[in-house]
């Protein structure tokens, strides 16, 4: 740290993001997607002329803006398009994060999205089952932030639990984070379309598999939608490419794509669960491209030393936990091959 840092940024702590290996590893740590994008994702891009890159492109990535607004049926001015969900989520605490509230576990960004915004922020306990107790946030004073379905959990709340927070004050905004929506969650985008106080963020780094291509979205009332564009156009306004906006726009309408890739991480995701079951391991029941096992640090540390990565927390609260994002087949294969020689070892 300079000695030239804001002094409100001293106690800042950013966000640590998953380890990216340099060696041959079976990642699954950050759960991406084991397929690769739509092909016609990659079509879209290798169509972008590179001499237009000398231009600005357009701030708002229409294409992608207008693809998104035509699939779930909303006007597009109620579509912000950002450069991951990341961003989008960034400047939500900046518009409405004065005072902010989330559960204590989890993604573990909304508390770094606090602190660099200034918020106040307030957290809640997860019910023993690890869900949210939607009473802590019906009525309290601020604005409510959500993971649905939660991170690391991977446990979601009915869109019926959502609506009663949404209708338990009228004045305060809640904020949806969707990012694993697509792994058998349900969205709430069809109560933006009937309540002014409800904004939710997805993102096409998860179902979508386009991670590093950083595209995002956000969907709320037409005043929601313009004052994240405020602070948008107040710190980047082209924080989107052309590449982005192309593959985004593609990877929307590619529906028989989606579905078959998705429907596929589910199959995997439930014959890994009951797989790690049989082996006597907890596991929490996801709707998410994750699971969230039993086993700690040393499961996290065995299966490191069989060149298999996943996301351990040394936190209080999930020190007992590790959670595997979902591969192919064949990678929760090896991981279960994996556990087993994990487990005979211990027993030896
Ligand atoms: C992955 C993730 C994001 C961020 O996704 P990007 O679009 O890649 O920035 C946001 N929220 C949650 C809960 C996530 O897991």
């Not at 089952?129 to 379905?149: C, E, H, S």
Request: include cysteine; hydrophobic fraction near 40%; glycine fraction near 4%.
């Amino acid at each position: 740290m300079s000695r030239f840092i804001r002094k409100d940024l001293l106690g800042l702590t950013p966000y640590s993001p998953g380890q990216q290996p340099e060696e041959e590893m079976i990642k699954l740590n950050t759960n991406e997607n084991p397929y690769p994008p739509s092909p016609k994702a990659a079509d879209a891009i290798q169509k972008i002329s590179t001499d237009d890159l000398r231009l600005y492109w357009d701030p708002e990535a229409s294409e992608a803006k207008n693809a998104i607004a035509d699939h779930y049926h909303i006007e597009s001015s109620r579509v912000m398009v950002t450069n991951g969900s990341d961003e989008a989520l960034a400047f939500a605490f900046h518009a409405f994060g004065e005072k902010i509230c989330f559960p204590e576990i989890t993604y573990s960004f909304y508390k770094v999205f606090a602190g660099a915004a200034g918020s106040h922020a307030f957290t809640f306990p997860l019910k023993k089952d690890m869900t949210i107790d939607i009473k802590d946030y019906k009525g309290y004073p601020a604005t409510v932030i959500l993971a649905n379905p939660n991170a690391p959990t991977g446990k979601a709340l009915c869109r019926e639990q959502i609506r009663e927070i949404v209708l338990s004050d009228p004045d305060r905004l809640v904020i949806i984070d969707e990012a694993y929506v697509d792994f058998g969650a349900e969205s709430c985008i069809p109560l933006v379309k009937k309540h002014d106080n409800i904004m939710v963020i997805q993102t096409m780094s998860k179902s979508r598999s386009l991670a590093a291509m950083r595209i995002g979205f956000a969907v709320g009332s037409r005043e929601i939608i313009a004052d994240m564009n405020k602070i948008k156009y107040s710190f980047n306004p082209y924080s989107m490419g052309p590449f982005a906006a192309a593959a985004a726009k593609a990877a929307m309408e590619d529906e028989e794509y989606f579905r078959k890739t998705t429907t596929e991480i589910i199959k995997t995701r439930e014959l890994a669960a009951a797989g790690l079951r049989d082996l006597g391991f907890e596991v929490v029941p996801s709707k998410t491209n994750f699971l969230l096992v039993s086993g700690g640090r040393e499961y996290f540390e065995k299966l490191k030393e069989r060149k298999i990565l996943t996301r351990y927390w040394e936190e209080d609260l999930l020190r007992n936990w590790v959670r595997i994002s979902i591969g192919t087949p064949e990678q929760m294969e090896k991981l279960l091959e994996a556990t087993k020689e994990i487990i005979c070892e211990k027993v030896k």
